[in-house]
């Protein structure tokens, strides 16, 4: 917490409302920027493809992408549905092993020995590579995709989230523990909400992880899922329809990056707010 | 305010808070460290004591074992008769940094302790502001302490080290991270609100100035390991106003402090920056 700050107390209002200012027009650009370059994007792979006469197969317009989006929704719905549920059962399970390996590896110096090498160890496997193992061992039902998909996604969570635990100042843990503070009131009162905007961090890695081990798992087996239809389109080379599913697949992305961001702003409320 | 009592001679009182003897040695993975040789010092029931001494001396660490945060390794630590073994409700701490919790209104911070103790919010709530009142804060209370000054912050850490009406203020240099003319306002509102709310307080200070304004007595702790040097009476009227600080009496104990401090340092007295000790805050370091 920096200590120099302004001055005088109506210097750090100024301060204060001359930032939100400078905010309010930054987001105006920080929204009409991105959105511009890929309207332009969009059009020049539009316009590449009609006045060069790409064959669809290769590379389908975006206006047919769209169109096939429109006329089968049925279809994508039907597929986006599950590989969605999966992904968010997988991200559900990570972050909650995520946070309670954290919670082990902050409370207890044995398990943070024993376990954070192994951890950092862990990741240096390239995990995707251990994708068919999980078929052997837990079979060719949605479990094996929602492990692989826990599997890949926990570890961000883990770091990001005993970071924020470790973050808590020094002086404020012993002004705690001078008024009498058990560790269950230090950990709900200060140590957790301390440590939420990591552990959201986290979470943000986690649940686009939480994805590709779903549409992985949907690549090596599985009857239905927007990873199966991609890997059926590109078989039949219907290249649009394997494109539309992409498409879908970064809307649930989306969706579903949305919801935490959410659960965040909500997170934040609450505990701004007096609790009591 | 009752007149301040050296506790040794207190007349058949008791002193509030009693440190005889007492030795901390940390052990390190390295060599041991020897914070504290031998420190012996009493508070008298309503006195302000100052700790002074050069960095390293172990003054914090006799302020945490005041608190029941560490236990001596020799010695004993009473309060109000009975010995510290675990901090007690009836402390206050406030340290060099606010250390104020960043998603909390002023107001909620102040009041963290009723939650932490347990108490009921509602009937503490006016007592907050209150508080908050006394130090200049009433049109901040709903402000985050990111949108507040240091000095602001630190006055926040005031009332929140009050709220539960302790009986004992421990300060461990809750000014040094200020600039010298907000430090200088802090002091009057410090004595200010003790005249208000009446607490023992024990305070440490790099700032001789500081020291010999707020307190009645100072104590003065050096050598290595440490022990305590100087255990010298403030001999100036209450209220204090900074029209002391003018006095001659105010500069000649300055002095004597000073001196007292540097021999603890093992530095010739010559050879130190005199000027800036004397005058510009008086900070030692
Ligand atoms: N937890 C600890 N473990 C080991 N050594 C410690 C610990 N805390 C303090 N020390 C050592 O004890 C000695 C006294 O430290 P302390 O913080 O009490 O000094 P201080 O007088 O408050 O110094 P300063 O004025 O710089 O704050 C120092 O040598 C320090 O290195
Ligand atoms: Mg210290």
């Known amino acids: 917490m920096a200590t120099t700050g302004v001055g005088t107390e109506t210097g750090a209002v100024i301060a204060g409302s001359a930032a939100a200012d400078r905010g309010g027009l930054s987001n105006l650009r920080s929204i009409s920027l991105p959105l511009g370059l890929a309207f332009l994007v969009l059009a020049g792979w539009q316009l590449a493809v009609t006045i060069g006469h790409i064959a669809p197969v290769i590379l389908p317009s975006p206006i047919s992408i769209v169109r096939y989006i429109i006329d089968r929704y049925d279809i994508l719905l039907m597929h986006a549905i599950p590989t969605t549920l999966e992904s968010a059962v997988g991200f559900i399970l990570a972050t909650l092993l995520g946070v309670a390996l954290a919670i082990i590896i902050t ?68 002004l705690c523990r001078a008024l009498t503070a058990s560790e269950w009131q230090i950990f709900t009162s200060v140590r957790f909400p301390s440590a939420l905007p990591y552990i959201f961090s986290g979470m943000k890695i986690a649940i686009t992880l939480a994805i590709i081990g779903v549409i992985i798992g949907e690549f090596i087996t599985a009857q ?18 394997s494109m539309a599913a992409i498409v879908v697949l970064c809307v649930c992305g989306l969706l579903l990056y949305g919801i935490v961001a959410l659960g965040e702003w909500i997170a934040n409320k609450f505990y701004a707010a007096d609790t009591e | ?80 008769g009975s010995e510290v ?45 209150d508080l908050l ?66 607490k023992t307080v024990i305070f440490v200070t790099h700032s001789i100035r500081e020291a010999a304004f707020l307190s009645d ?52 007295p010559a050879a130190s920056n005199a000027s800036s000790a004397s005058r510009g805050g008086g900070v030692i370091e």
């Open chain 1, 224 to 241: 239905a899922g927007l990873g199966y239809l991609i890997i059926f389109a590109t078989a039949r080379a219907d290249t649009e329809v």
């Open chain 2, 1 to 80: 305010m009752p007149q301040p009592t050296n506790a040794t001679a207190a007349a058949g009182e008791s002193p509030l808070v009693s440190v005889s003897k007492v030795q901390k040695t940390y052990l390190t993975r390295q060599a041991p460290v020897h914070a504290v040789a031998s420190a012996s010092l009493d508070v008298a029931r309503g006195e302000f004591v100052s700790l002074l001494g050069p960095s390293g001396c172990g003054k914090s660490t006799l302020l945490m074992m005041i608190a029941g945060l560490e236990a001596p390794t020799g010695g004993l630590i009473t309060l109000a």
């Open chain 2, 217 to 268: 007595r100072v104590v003065v702790m050096g050598g290595r390991p440490s022990t305590i040097v100087l255990d010298m009476k403030m001999p100036f009227p209450r209220p204090r106003r900074f029209e002391i600080e003018e006095t001659a009496e105010f500069t000649s104990v300055c002095r004597k402090l000073r001196l007292t401090i540097e021999e603890a340092h093992g530095h010739p």
């Open chain 2, 85 to 129: 073994k675990k901090p007690r409700r009836d402390i206050g701490i406030i340290f060099q940094d606010a250390t104020l919790l960043p998603w909390k209104s002023a107001l909620d911070n102040v009041l963290f302790p009723i939650r932490i103790l347990k108490l009921p919010m509602e009937s503490y709530r006016q007592r907050a502001r």
């Open chain 1, 107 to 174: 409370y207890s110096k044995v398990a943070r020995e024993a376990l954070y090498p192994n951890l950092v160890f862990f990741q240096l496997i390239p995990k995707i590579a251990l994708a068919p193992l999980f078929i052997i061992w837990l079979g060719i039902g949605s479990q094996s995709r929602i492990a692989f998909s826990v599997f890949i996604a926990f570890f961000p969570v883990v770091i990001a989230t005993t970071a924020g635990f470790m973050s808590v100042d020094r002086s404020m843990l012993r």
């Open chain 2, 133 to 198: 009142a006394m130090v200049g804060l009433t049109d901040f209370e709903n402000k985050k302490p990111s949108e507040l000054s240091g000095g602001m912050r630190q006055r926040v850490a005031i009332c929140r080290a009050l709220i539960h009406d302790p009986e004992i203020l421990l300060m461990d240099e809750p000014f040094s991270a200020l600039d010298a003319i907000t430090r200088d306002q802090m002091n009057v509102a410090l004595s200010e609100i003790l005249e208000t709310y009446k």
